[in-house]
C-alpha cells in the first residue's frame, strides 16, 4: 500500500520555526523529485519547494525562499521541510508529493499527479 504522510505542522508564533515531515511507505523515493505544497482557505494550492531524491536539486518559491531548507533521508525514506521565520501569511495545510514534477523555476511552478499526494498537516502562525 503506497502511502505518503505529512507530520509537524503546528500552532506557532510569528517568527518561529517548525520542521515538516514526509514519509513514505510501500515505495521508494529513488529517482522520484518530492514536493511540498501549501493551500490557505479560500485560496489555490501554490508550490512550495522541491527535492530530487537522485541529485539533491532544491528548488523553493520566492515566498519562503531563503526561510526555509527542504532536506532528504533516503534511509529513512523521508522528506524534510524546515521553515523558520514564520509569517502569518504561511498559514496553510502542507501537503506532500511524490513524483512531483517542477515545470517551472521563476516562479516555482510545480505539478503532481492526483495518486502522489499524502495526507495535509496544518500549519498555523499567529502574529
Known amino acids: 500500500d503506497v502511502q505518503l504522510q505529512a507530520s509537524g505542522g503546528g500552532l506557532v508564533q510569528a517568527g518561529g520555526s517548525l520542521r515538516l515531515s514526509c514519509a513514505a511507505s510501500g515505495f521508494t523515493f529513488d529517482d522520484y523529485a518530492i514536493g511540498w505544497f501549501r493551500q490557505a482557505p479560500g485560496k489555490e494550492r501554490e508550490g512550495v519547494s522541491c527535492?530530487?531524491?537522485?541529485?539533491?536539486?532544491?528548488y523553493y518559491a520566492d515566498s519562503v525562499k531563503d526561510r526555509s531548507t527542504i532536506s532528504i533521508n533516503n534511509a529513512r525514506n523521508t522528506v524534510y521541510l524546515q521553515m523558520n521565520s514564520l509569517k502569518p501569511e504561511d498559514t496553510a495545510a502542507y501537503y506532500c508529493?511524490?513524483?512531483?514534477?517542477?515545470?517551472?523555476?521563476?516562479?516555482?511552478?510545480?505539478?503532481?499527479?492526483?495518486?502522489?499526494w499524502g495526507q495535509g498537516t496544518q500549519v498555523t502562525v499567529s502574529s
Open positions: 527535492i530530487s531524491s537522485n541529485d539533491g536539486s532544491t
Open positions: 508529493a511524490a513524483p512531483t514534477v517542477v515545470t517551472g523555476t521563476s516562479p516555482l511552478r510545480m505539478w503532481a499527479g492526483s495518486g502522489s
